[in-house]
């Protein structure tokens, strides 16, 4: 227990997501060695602007993870919200701006019954998000009977389809806002360190008097406001609100956030590191198209990274607790 | 006994962990037909020398002979099979799965399909049961039995591995007076069916009453073994503690309860699921002990103040003024602060820094008004760590990487902050060392000269009685007796806690 020598301590947030961050760089460079598109800045916006949908996503259930819950329905309420706000404005002539406060009202409403059910009705978070994923999944297309919503009017779209000084799509610099906030509000808030500490503790947290069903609540709020942006920035980046849109998007978002060092058993999570997470999978998928490697191969190279991410957190929390 | 092989035989056992030599050098020799009782402080090396024994733990040096073999034991599995079988004090049935399955879990017989030979089960079981003389069906569901029950259902799981070393952690820290009877005749029975038995207890009376010889432990070395009709409770104590037991615990000062000002806290009739009916009135200035077997609901009445459990009736009124608890907010709010016996559990966030693990509850303090000012949290972090002289280099160490006793002061500090007028502390000392202990103590007794009232609960008589100014005894949820600072002695109190008549 006597200190030794003086390290470079480095903060113990940013322990979490240095793999990550290494990994991201050596992809890039020797992906940049074998096709020299890569770091056009055509390729490299294009790249980013894929990411959006599962990164504003992740600005949500990095919160929600975070807290040690978890959620299913994400990509769901992504959809909901886009095809019910969508149709309002192009087929029953709501005003766009209205229009969007309607999704983000439905993402807040999901957030909301999938918060109480977890914190006030005592389900399991896994258990009671695949419930109102298939519930959320149903309405849409319910909804929607299974069209396309097309012709939404512009104020609409723009959002997901402009590019700002001609170069950086909208949805980008959405994103990068909410990181922004998302980072400030976890990180340097006493909501975000309820939020850690209902996460690494609850039964410590609530003893040390933080209301952790409020919470719990409000995690999901949160995530639900974020899927309901990431609904409207992705119905405008692509033209048309579907009932399938997104789907799978759910799990993506997870995978990014664990590759980002957000510890899943709750308690340590880092906006920086989400965003580090999921473009590190956008990367990886753009360097496969790029070397010509198959595209088939794209779930399992994501499979492979996912897997080192937990390992190395297992590995990591290992070695801190071994260090007595 | 001379000539006789051991069954066990230990030389020289030692085990270390990082920074702590938790064993050292401990021999002895346990006989066929006997009970050896292992008596020591907390942390003397009880549980590490049972370990060692069951296979839990590797010794780091020292040899183990079974029957004259020297073996090596690495693993639980291995020192069952070499016929050393522990009961735990912690119980390990499954409530779920009924006392057969228990019995027998992991190895219920099979028929040679892979399917359960149920009746075989059940008629294995009821034999095992008929020896140690528990009459209940076989099919009955652990959960829905007795403490004591259950307890007999783990015997009968350790005798049907056929033992020949049976050891018993504690087997009565939960029993009530009839069912520790009931135990020792058990234990009478197997000594002479020639099982050797080690029996580890804090409670004298029954290591005079049941053990053949005791072995002292103290720091991890094994002190003196005697027959017990050598020792009395008062070398046993000295061996155990090595110096004068009224002396270790500091003093308060003199005049510091303050007697001519309204009761720091009083609690009126204060009854929820898991205690009865409590009423206690401390002053400002004074200690009270909280004293009872274990499962006799001391905790429980520290959470139902701080407002841990739903739906208390009752009132409590803190400096005169009565207060409404809901929640551990509001108790918090109210200027009442708690310490868990279960650090782990209840109040740390392991994976998290010291810095956190202090201020948990008062990150609003270092907000201004939105975010959280670190610089102000990392001087107020290193004042706690020079006050409370917690061991570390830097307070963003994760607490997991802290010893128990550096764990405890990040608490103590916690539970210190603001400085609350009520302190409710459970089993402040478990787990740490002697060292650390005297720390503890001397910041208890500050607690109490500034004025504070604390509400002390913990399971080590001498410390009760060395530190409390008057002790409340609980037995069955409920408080049943008072004793005054003269009156106190651990005869008195164990005589209260387990409902008299044993001495």
């Not at chain 2, 604390?454 to 008072?482: F, Q």
Request: aromatic fraction near 6%; include cysteine; hydrophobic fraction near 45%.
């Amino acid at each position: 227990m006597k200190d030794k020598k003086l390290k470079l301590e480095i903060p113990n947030n940013i322990k979490l997501f240095l793999p990550a961050l290494v990994s991201l760089f050596v992809i890039s460079i020797v992906t940049s060695l074998f096709s020299e598109i890569f770091l056009t800045s055509r390729n490299l916006m294009n790249v980013l602007n894929q990411a959006t949908t599962t990164g504003i996503m992740g600005v949500g259930v990095t919160f929600i993870i975070t807290a040690g819950q978890f959620d299913l329905s994400s990509a769901s309420v992504v959809c909901l919200s886009a095809l019910i706000s969508s149709d309002l404005c192009a087929n029953f002539g709501l005003n766009p701006y209205l229009a969007i406060l309607v999704a983000v009202a439905i993402g807040v409403a999901a957030g909301f019954l999938n918060g109480f059910l977890v914190a006030h009705v005592g389900l399991i978070p896994f258990i009671a998000t695949m419930g109102t994923m298939n519930m959320f999944k149903g309405l849409s297309l319910m909804y929607s009977k299974s069209l396309t919503v097309h012709s939404i009017p512009e104020a609409y779209t723009r959002w997901g389809s402009t590019r700002v000084f001609d170069v950086i799509p909208s949805g980008i610099i959405i994103s990068i806002i909410l990181y922004i906030i998302g980072y400030i509000l976890l990180s340097k808030t006493v909501f975000g360190h309820k939020v850690s500490a209902v996460g690494g503790n609850r039964e410590a947290a609530r003893l040390a008097g933080i209301n952790a069903k409020n919470v719990i609540m409000s995690v999901y709020v949160i995530a639900g406001f974020c899927y309901a942006i990431a609904g409207v920035v992705l119905t405008g980046r692509v033209g048309a609100a579907y009932p399938t849109a997104a789907d799978g998007c759910e799990l993506d978002v997870i995978a990014g956030i664990v590759i980002g060092g957000t510890s899943m058993s709750g308690g340590r999570g880092t906006h920086i590191g989400t965003w580090v997470g999921i473009l590190l999978v956008a990367v990886i998928n753009n360097a496969i198209n790029l070397l010509g490697i198959s595209a088939y191969a794209t779930k399992f190279v994501q499979g492979i990274v996912i897997l080192l991410a937990v390992i190395v957190e297992i590995l990591r929390s290992k070695a801190a607790e071994k260090r007595l | 006994m001379e000539n006789k092989k051991a069954l066990l035989s230990v030389r020289g056992l030692s085990k270390s962990f990082p920074g702590v030599l938790a064993l050292d050098g401990v021999d002895f020799d346990l006989f066929s037909g006997e009970v050896l009782g292992i008596c020591g402080e907390n942390g003397a090396g009880k549980s590490t020398l049972i370990k060692c024994l069951s296979g839990v733990y590797q010794p780091s040096a020292g040899s183990i002979e079974v029957d004259g073999h020297e073996v090596n034991i690495q693993s639980a599995e291995e020192g069952i099979s070499l016929g050393i079988s522990v009961i735990y004090q912690e119980l390990s049935i499954i409530s779920e799965l009924d006392i057969a399955q228990n019995v027998f879990l992991g190895r219920v017989p099979r028929y040679k399909t892979g399917m359960i030979n149920f009746k075989k089960l059940h008629a294995d079981t009821r034999k095992i049961m008929d020896h140690i003389g528990l009459a209940m069906d076989t099919r009955t569901i652990a959960g829905d039995i007795s403490i004591s029950a259950q307890q007999m259902v783990e015997i009968g799981k350790a005798i049907s591995r056929d033992p020949k070393v049976l050891i018993m952690d504690e087997p009565t820290s939960s029993l009530g007076h009839d069912e520790t009877e009931r135990l020792f005749a058990l234990i009478e029975q197997l000594k002479n069916e020639g099982y050797g038995i080690i029996f580890i207890s804090h409670h004298m009376e029954e290591v005079f009453k049941i053990t053949d010889r005791v072995l002292v432990l103290r720091d991890g070395r094994g002190i003196e073994t005697r027959a017990t009709k050598d020792w009395t409770v008062d070398s046993i104590v000295q061996a155990m503690v090595d110096r004068d037991v009224s002396n270790q615990f500091p003093q308060k000062k003199e005049g510091a309860i303050r007697y001519n000002e309204p009761y720091a806290i009083e609690v009126t009739g204060l009854t929820n699921r898991y205690v009865h009916d409590i009423n206690l009135k401390v002053r400002k200035g004074e200690i009270l002990g909280l004293a009872g077997i274990v499962g006799a609901g001391r905790s429980e009445v520290l959470k139902s103040i701080f407002g841990a459990y739903h739906n208390n009736m009752g009132e409590i009124k803190v400096d005169g003024n009565p207060v409404k608890i809901k929640n551990p907010k509001s108790a918090l709010a109210s200027g009442i602060s708690f310490l868990s016996e279960d650090r782990k559990k209840d109040m740390l966030i392991l994976m998290d820094s010291i810095k956190t693990n202090y201020i948990l509850p008062y990150f609003k303090d270092f907000a201004k008004p939105l975010f959280v000012n670190n610089k102000a949290v990392e001087a107020a972090t290193q004042k706690a760590i020079s006050q409370f002289n917690i061991k570390t280099t830097s307070s963003e160490k994760l607490v997991v990487q802290l010893s128990g006793g550096n764990q405890q002061k990040v608490l103590m500090a916690r539970v210190t902050y603001g400085e609350p007028d009520v302190y409710l502390l459970d089993e402040p000392t478990r787990g740490i060392d002697v060292s650390v202990k005297q720390e503890i103590y001397k910041e208890i007794i500050k607690m109490a000269e500034s004025g504070s009232a604390v509400i002390l609960v913990t399971s080590d008589l001498p410390e009760i009685i060395g530190l409390a100014d008057r002790v409340l005894v609980m037995r069955d949820r409920t408080i049943v007796a008072e004793l005054q600072k003269n009156e106190l002695s651990q005869e008195a109190v164990m005589n209260y806690a387990t409902g008299g008549s044993q001495l």
